[in-house]
């Protein structure tokens, strides 16, 4: 057995006594920290006609030439604990009654109206499990008339869609807070008013798997496991529940955080050597023994009883400094536990897991994914390593490991939008006149002031809400550069793959994890006249239309949520001037790539912005919800709307789809 470097791997039967450990009677009380995502033509072998020019990249390989630790305690984490409610928000909107209801409201979300206003205590100094020094500001709860949407038998046991709301819900909410207070409690603080509203699921505790969780999910905190019930603990490592035998009580371990900070504990796919809890030096700097209580107890209980272990990777979160990425793994089976002494003397429990077999890769395919970003392995039907030709400011990978087609039908890339001759662009549009970087609360600055005072994104990276549009700074605007209402315009921001797929031709999808929010990719092609595109649709695969019916979701914050006027939320109905059609047949980017779904993890918005004096409008796609690496990435190509019946339809150029997803309508296009 490979134990951790510098300690004995061989348990040493004389060290410790283990039938002490076996009849020790199980506590009796002991509680969670909380009580409450066609198949075109075969690749053409010959070079397009003359020269690409400076702004076009021809489809390669046509164009330019492709380029150690003492007694660790696991009971602990980076996440504030969650304080008992929100403050107001601090908001530069201008309140405006919106004309009823948002039409993309299908989602089940929350729709009752708190009574009266919610006021805020002055702050108080309040003890929180293990951060006994937070600062926590105490604020009134909702009414108990807002309705979360969710049953109380669903906030029990919940299933794969009410999962997904959960955590769409919370990162709104976190957005929101995060865009308008500027403060790094977001996480808490929205966790906080989600679970004193009901917005959770699962939360009846478990041991094996949990309802509408998949391995291979990923988390960016602790907080969003526990809203869903993988993990209850948003501090401790361990987490158990008492079941009772008769007249006897025995906790059983249900979950387990592997942090991933101490070498030879987390790196194994297939096993991990998993270090108990307790034991680190107290106030006086003086470490101890482990005791067996608590999650140590559960642990070695589970062993003994042989039951399944949910287990989840941390890994450090690349678009973060001190972020963690939370990956479950499934069910694992402990198959012995020791004893083993620390660098400061003291007794520490070490228990030695294995991954059951028949379960889908996760971290261990997360390992590979690494290994292909930095090079060190060479990625398995890898036909090019970058088809933009350097056109993208990242490589696009294009892979098949599925048949022998080497790539496909030919077309010349290109990472921006072509204007026919007849095409008239909207209304002239001046830019802004901020002499640095745009700044929310700016009405100064016309970008800011046409997005309701707000910056649109966080951190210049990811998007808090859906509008019916979003307005960036353009080509005359004398903002730096590196202006964070300039996001669509840097190019790519993640590492794409265009890949092979069994029935759908081909796909898209990512070497690296997306947040719910971030920015994929804009839809490049060539924006055509109405009249001249929608009679040659039937035959162009690659057409983006958005006068198409769509699926409605709900995306956005509830503004009860986060203590805003009803009357202000933002509406998520797209309002563009005319129909936006673009092909991206003969000129196009890696959105191209991306297939249909009726329940895609993906969505499109409207992003405006100057070029050379007039308004052009852009199609920006960001993520729904977290998508972890190499999952496919879809978005939904909607209906035609003058397609009146199913069988009918089918006769105007829609398609069969074949997404298989519950919500799946049988057609598109």
């Given at each position: 057995?490979?134990?951790?470097?510098?300690?004995?791997?061989?348990?040493?039967?004389?060290?410790?006594?283990?039938?002490?450990?076996?009849?020790?009677?199980?506590?009796?009380?002991?509680?969670?920290?909380?009580?409450?995502?066609?198949?075109?033509?075969?690749?053409?072998?010959?070079?397009?006609?003359?020269?690409?020019?400076?702004?076009?990249?021809?489809?390669?390989?046509?164009?330019?030439?492709?380029?150690?630790?003492?007694?660790p305690d696991?009971?602990?984490?980076?996440?504030?604990?969650?304080?008992?409610f929100?403050?107001?928000?601090?908001?530069?909107?201008?309140?405006?009654?919106?004309?009823?209801?948002?039409?993309?409201?299908?989602?089940?979300?929350?729709?009752?109206?708190?009574?009266?206003?919610?006021?805020?205590?002055?702050?108080?100094?309040?003890?929180?499990?293990?951060?006994?020094?937070?600062?926590?500001?105490?604020?009134?709860?909702?009414?108990?008339?807002?309705?979360?949407?969710?049953?109380?038998a669903?906030r029990?046991?919940?299933?794969?869609?009410?999962?997904?709301?959960?955590?769409?819900?919370?990162?709104?909410?976190?957005?929101?807070?995060?865009?308008?207070?500027?403060?790094k409690?977001?996480?808490?603080?929205?966790?906080?008013?989600l679970?004193?509203?009901?917005?959770?699921?699962?939360?009846?505790?478990?041991?094996?798997?949990?309802?509408?969780?998949?391995?291979?999910?990923?988390?960016?905190?602790?907080?969003?496991?526990?809203?869903?019930?993988?993990?209850?603990?948003?501090?401790?490592?361990?987490?158990?529940?008492?079941?009772?035998?008769?007249?006897?009580?025995?906790?059983?371990?249900?979950?387990?955080?592997s942090?991933?900070?101490?070498?030879?504990?987390?790196?194994?796919?297939?096993?991990?050597?998993?270090?108990?809890?307790g034991g680190?030096?107290?106030?006086?700097?003086?470490?101890?023994?482990?005791?067996?209580?608590?999650?140590?107890?559960?642990?070695?209980?589970?062993?003994?009883?042989?039951?399944?272990?949910?287990?989840i990777?941390?890994?450090?979160?690349?678009?973060?400094?001190?972020?963690?990425?939370?990956?479950?793994?499934?069910?694992?089976?402990?198959?012995?536990?020791?004893?083993?002494?620390?660098k400061?003397?003291?007794?520490?429990f070490?228990?030695?897991?294995?991954?059951?077999?028949?379960?889908?890769?996760?971290?261990?395919?997360?390992?590979?994914?690494?290994?292909?970003?930095?090079?060190?392995?060479?990625?398995?039907?890898?036909?090019?390593?970058?088809?933009?030709?350097?056109a993208?400011?990242?490589?696009?990978?294009?892979?098949?490991?599925?048949?022998?087609?080497?790539?496909?039908?030919?077309?010349?890339?290109?990472?921006?939008?072509?204007?026919?001759?007849?095409?008239?662009?909207?209304?002239?549009?001046?830019?802004?006149?901020?002499?640095?970087?745009?700044?929310?609360?700016?009405?100064?600055?016309?970008?800011?002031?046409?997005?309701?005072?707000?910056?649109?994104?966080?951190?210049?990276?990811?998007?808090?809400?859906?509008?019916?549009?979003?307005?960036?700074?353009?080509?005359?605007?004398?903002?730096?550069?590196?202006?964070?209402?300039?996001?669509?315009?840097?190019?790519?921001?993640?590492?794409l793959?265009?890949?092979?797929?069994?029935?759908?031709?081909?796909?898209?999808?990512?070497?690296?994890?997306?947040?719910?929010?971030?920015?994929?990719?804009?839809?490049?092609?060539?924006?055509?006249?109405n009249g001249?595109?929608?009679?040659?649709?039937?035959?162009?695969?690659?057409?983006?239309?958005?006068s198409?019916?769509?699926?409605?979701?709900?995306?956005?914050?509830?503004?009860?949520?986060?203590?805003?006027?009803?009357?202000?939320?933002?509406?998520?109905?797209?309002?563009?001037?005319?129909?936006?059609?673009i092909?991206?047949?003969?000129?196009?980017?890696?959105?191209?790539?991306?297939?249909?779904?009726?329940?895609?993890?993906?969505?499109?918005?409207?992003?405006?912005r100057?070029?050379?004096?007039?308004?052009?409008?852009?199609?920006?796609?960001?993520?729904?919800?977290?998508?972890?690496?190499?999952?496919?990435?879809?978005?939904?190509?909607g209906?035609?709307?003058?397609?009146?019946?199913?069988?009918?339809?089918?006769?105007?150029?829609?398609?069969?789809?074949?997404?298989?997803?519950?919500?799946?309508?049988?057609?598109?296009?």
């Amino acid at each position: 057995m490979q134990g951790v470097p510098g300690f004995n791997t061989v348990p040493n039967p004389n060290h410790y006594d283990k039938s002490i450990v076996l009849d020790i009677k199980p506590l009796r009380s002991l509680k969670p920290v909380f009580p409450n995502g066609n198949q075109g033509p075969p690749f053409v072998g010959c070079p397009p006609f003359g020269p690409s020019s400076s702004e076009y990249s021809s489809f390669f390989p046509f164009g330019a030439q492709q380029p150690t630790h003492d007694t660790p305690d696991l009971n602990q984490t980076q996440n504030t604990p969650i304080p008992s409610f929100v403050p107001p928000l601090r908001s530069y909107r201008t309140p405006t009654k919106t004309n009823g209801p948002s039409s993309s409201s299908g989602t089940k979300r929350g729709v009752g109206r708190p009574k009266g206003t919610t006021s805020v205590k002055k702050k108080e100094k309040k003890t929180v499990a293990n951060e006994p020094n937070l600062d926590v500001q105490v604020v009134k709860k909702f009414s108990s008339d807002f309705d979360s949407g969710i049953s109380a038998a669903e906030r029990e046991d919940g299933n794969a869609y009410l999962v997904s709301s959960v955590l769409m819900r919370f990162d709104a909410v976190r957005r929101r807070l995060s865009q308008v207070e500027f403060t790094k409690s977001a996480t808490s603080k929205a966790a906080g008013t989600l679970m004193s509203n009901g917005v959770r699921t699962n939360m009846k505790k478990r041991v094996g798997t949990v309802p509408g969780i998949e391995v291979g999910d990923i988390f960016f905190s602790r907080i969003e496991m526990c809203l869903v019930g993988l993990h209850m603990q948003t501090m401790a490592g361990i987490d158990y529940i008492i079941s009772k035998a008769g007249s006897d009580e025995e906790s059983l371990a249900t979950s387990i955080v592997s942090s991933g900070r101490y070498e030879g504990e987390a790196q194994d796919p297939e096993s991990l050597i998993y270090s108990g809890q307790g034991g680190n030096a107290d106030k006086n700097r003086q470490a101890s023994d482990q005791k067996l209580e608590r999650g140590n107890l559960a642990l070695e209980n589970s062993l003994r009883k042989g039951n399944g272990v949910r287990v989840i990777r941390g890994e450090e979160d690349a678009a973060s400094k001190t972020g963690k990425i939370y990956i479950y793994d499934g069910l694992y089976s402990i198959s012995e536990s020791w004893v083993e002494k620390g660098k400061s003397g003291c007794n520490t429990f070490k228990y030695k897991l294995v991954r059951q077999p028949g379960q889908p890769p996760a971290f261990g395919f997360w390992k590979s994914v690494q290994k292909w970003k930095e090079g060190l392995t060479t990625r398995p039907g890898l036909i090019l390593p970058d088809l933009t030709s350097g056109a993208e400011s990242k490589p696009v990978s294009l892979v098949n490991d599925v048949d022998e087609d080497k790539g496909p039908a030919y077309f010349t890339y290109t990472s921006s939008l072509k204007y026919s001759e007849t095409f008239k662009l909207t209304q002239p549009v001046i830019g802004c006149s901020c002499s640095s970087s745009c700044s929310p609360g700016n009405l100064n600055c016309s970008c800011i002031r046409k997005n309701d005072g707000d910056l649109p994104y966080l951190n210049g990276v990811m998007l808090v809400s859906r509008r019916p549009v979003i307005y960036e700074c353009g080509p005359t605007c004398p903002c730096h550069a590196s202006c964070k209402n300039r996001v669509i315009q840097t190019g790519l921001k993640f590492r794409l793959e265009v890949f092979k797929t069994r029935n759908r031709g081909w796909g898209l999808r990512s070497w690296d994890s997306l947040r719910a929010g971030s920015f994929i990719c804009e839809y490049a092609g060539e924006v055509e006249d109405n009249g001249n595109l929608r009679g040659n649709q039937e035959e162009d695969a690659y057409v983006f239309d958005t006068s198409r019916v769509f699926n409605s979701f709900k995306w956005n914050y509830e503004p009860e949520l986060v203590d805003e006027d009803p009357s202000t939320e933002v509406p998520e109905e797209f309002n563009l001037p005319s129909p936006l059609l673009i092909s991206a047949k003969k000129f196009g980017n890696v959105a191209r790539f991306m297939n249909h779904s009726c329940s895609p993890n993906v969505f499109w918005q409207p992003v405006i912005r100057e070029g050379n004096g007039e308004s052009v409008i852009h199609i920006a796609f960001f993520a729904m919800r977290h998508i972890p690496p190499m999952a496919e990435l879809t978005y939904d190509y909607g209906i035609s709307p003058t397609s009146e019946a199913r069988d009918e339809s089918l006769l105007h150029g829609q398609r069969t789809c074949l997404c298989r997803s519950e919500q799946c309508r049988g057609s598109f296009g």
